[in-house]
């Protein structure tokens, strides 16, 4: 019997989730490790954050001891209103317990209407919705869109882009360590530099492009834009034919102190992709919002209103979810707050470039927020760092990371791999108090990086070691 626990004096006992997860919860790692991904379970074991998170609440996770933790990863940018807020929990109690029909699909749900309207009252140059359950189906859906739409097959990316895991999205993903070994991947792909406008318009002039998808502020590495570079590339893509597509998955919803990061550049998309922080952290969703024109191309005949579609992406738990997020990021005011916290957090971190050498720069808007690091110039350093990046490039960030956590309780994170940035993610409820942890924490971990013999390097030869001895056993 697979489930012993739910065996009662008839055969079973009522099932009692709390009371499940108490029981089997010392099996938490050992669960994983053998019946999901064993890598990910070692990762957290040698990096140290398996210290079994119990509850999270708001910008908040709790360990089984009581243990409190700033949260900057904030499940990769997921809880933008924070974790198991109160609004979202009730929202989503109360579609449940109103026994609503639900992905009738031979019907329409009110729900979706009213979250697609909600959605396109922010961007009113935009006309139309489709959902989906996440990020990746968003891109798969713009590639969809844009190939009917314009008659054409390419699609430009950028690199360094991250827009997903499944075919389509692996196909415009600028890292190659995603990519590897699950090839071939989907043709008429073309990938140029970021800031670049003069290749973006080489490869547009070859006339058999569909799309151009960018980041506005990419993830992997928070790297920013020119001022005049996202504006420069929807003219192009204007000139040539091509759609042009913001992805922002991450971006979008707040999180830069504004609805959409294009704002910031005054940029209006044929087609932006949302998601990640629209579920509140419960329900996964995501949309694209694109031009009439575009659905019109899609959608247009009777016999055609099913060409594209998922079965579950317009379920009634997650269009509560979405307008309940709305409600909160608008009635909290959690958009100028993000603007707010991160314009604090950015000149304290400009502070710190300026004192130490270790840090090379700090960018960002809002509360998307990277931290890079480089090589230094003095001697010692110089050596130290040498030597641990020789092992493992962007290792040195873990020198950062590790103790961020252990001895300041602060989860974060490097922004990519091989990357030497650190970015930080938190929910957009963030706190002055909140500020002062961050501020103080990386303070005094970077300002111990740079004691060498110290406590940061001894971590290092320990990390390098570690990396020395699993290469040696492939």
């Known amino acids: 019997m697979p489930f012993p626990e739910l065996q009662s004096e008839r055969g079973r006992q009522p099932f009692d989730i709390r009371r499940l ?10 669960l994983h490790a053998q019946h999901m991904n064993e890598m990910m379970v070692r990762v957290f074991q040698t990096i140290g954050t398996d210290v079994g998170f119990q509850k999270g609440h708001g910008q908040y996770l709790y360990d089984g001891r009581g243990g409190r933790y700033l949260d900057l990863l904030s499940g990769w940018g997921v809880f933008g209103v924070g974790r198991n807020h109160p609004l979202v929990r009730e929202t989503l109690e109360s579609v449940l317990a109103a026994d609503l029909p639900n992905l009738v699909q031979m019907d329409v749900s009110v729900l979706a209407g009213l979250l697609a309207e909600r959605l396109l009252a922010f961007t009113p ?32 990316h950028c690199s360094h882009a991250f827009h997903g895991l499944s075919y389509g999205s692996l196909s415009l993903n600028g890292d190659a360590i995603f990519r590897e070994g699950f090839g071939p991947l989907l043709p008429g792909c073309v990938e140029v530099p970021f800031n670049d406008l003069a290749a973006l318009e080489k490869a547009l002039s070859a006339g058999d492009v569909a799309a151009f998808i960018v980041e506005p502020i990419q993830g992997k590495g928070v790297n920013m834009p020119d001022d005049w570079y996202l504006r420069d590339a929807a003219a192009l893509c204007r000139k040539y034919g091509a759609l042009f597509i913001a992805d922002e ?4 919803i707040g999180r830069t102190g504004r609805f959409l990061a294009v704002e910031h550049w005054g940029v209006e998309p044929d087609m932006v992709l949302i998601a990640k922080a629209l579920s509140g952290g419960h329900v996964p969703v995501g949309a694209v919002l694109t031009r009439k024109h575009v659905f ?10 099913v060409v594209h579609g998922s079965t579950f992406a317009k379920n009634d738990l997650a269009m509560a979810a979405g307008l309940a997020t709305l409600e909160v990021i608008e009635s909290e005011g959690l958009i100028a707050n993000a603007a707010r916290t991160g314009e604090r957090l950015l000149k304290s971190f400009g502070k710190m470039e300026e004192r130490y050498e270790l840090v090379k720069s700090a960018r960002g808007k809002g509360l998307m927020i990277g931290v890079e690091f480089g090589n230094p110039q003095s001697l010692k350093l110089k050596a130290a760092w040498n030597v641990v990046e020789a092992v493992n490039p962007g290792l040195f960030c873990q020198l950062i990371t590790l103790p961020l956590f252990k001895d300041h309780k602060i989860l974060v994170q490097v922004a990519g791999h091989g990357n030497h940035t650190i970015k930080l993610l938190p929910a957009l409820v963030i706190n002055d108090a909140d500020c002062d942890w961050i501020e103080s924490s990386f303070d005094s971990v970077i300002a111990d990086s740079h004691r060498v013999p110290g406590a940061v390097w001894s971590l290092g030869k320990t990390l390098a070691d570690h990396a020395l001895k699993a290469r040696a056993a492939k």
């Open 21 to 30: 997860i108490a029981e089997r919860e010392p099996e938490r790692y050992a």
């Open 296 to 305: 019109d191309k899609v959608f247009n005949r009777m016999d055609r209103a």
């Open 125 to 156: 140059y935009l006309d139309k919705v489709f959902f989906t359950n996440s990020g990746t189906e968003a891109v798969e859906a713009a590639i969809k869109f844009a190939r009917r739409t314009t008659g054409r097959s390419g699609v430009i």
């Open 249 to 252: 998955i991450q971006t979008g």
